[in-house]
């Protein structure tokens, strides 16, 4: 049984930082792009970041390119979102992603976690 749990989301004041985790069990990590993605109240999910299964290729959404850093550790099973400079509108609920296929797709991820809040006040 597939299992992506998400931790490191909170409260912070906009221009903070946050660092979110996602441990995945019951798959072979290395094998799978992992990506980052986001829905705010009354929107749809949003496409934040990838990163393919070495780590050397990353995607970003436009709006938090130069802000959030996508990283994994294949020997901990762990993807991790870096976000700085946060804004009021990164204020979503952030959910990681497993996928056969590096993309900003949703549809093309096979493996979703449960999600972790994430709110920057103003």
């Known amino acids: 049984q597939v299992q992506l749990v ?3 989301g909170g409260l912070v004041q906009a221009g903070g930082s946050l660092r979110l985790s996602c441990v995945a069990s019951g798959l ?6 992992m990506g980052w993605f986001r829905q705010a109240p009354g929107k749809e999910r949003e496409f934040v970041a990838a990163v393919n299964w070495l780590g050397s290729i990353t995607y970003y959404a436009g709006s938090v390119e130069g802000r959030f850093t996508i990283s994994r550790d294949n020997a901990k099973n762990t993807v991790y979102l870096r976000m700085t400079r946060l804004k009021p509108e990164d ?4 959910y990681c992603a497993a996928t056969s ?3 900003r797709v949703s ?3 096979n ?3 449960q ?6 006040s103003s």
């Open 6 to 8: 998400e931790s490191g």
């Open 28 to 33: 072979t990590f290395s094998s799978y792009g």
């Open 91 to 94: 204020t979503a609920v952030y």
């Open 101 to 103: 296929q590096l993309s």
């Open 107 to 109: 549809a093309t991820y």
């Open 111 to 113: 493996y979703w976690g």
């Open 115 to 120: 999600g972790t809040q994430v709110t920057a």
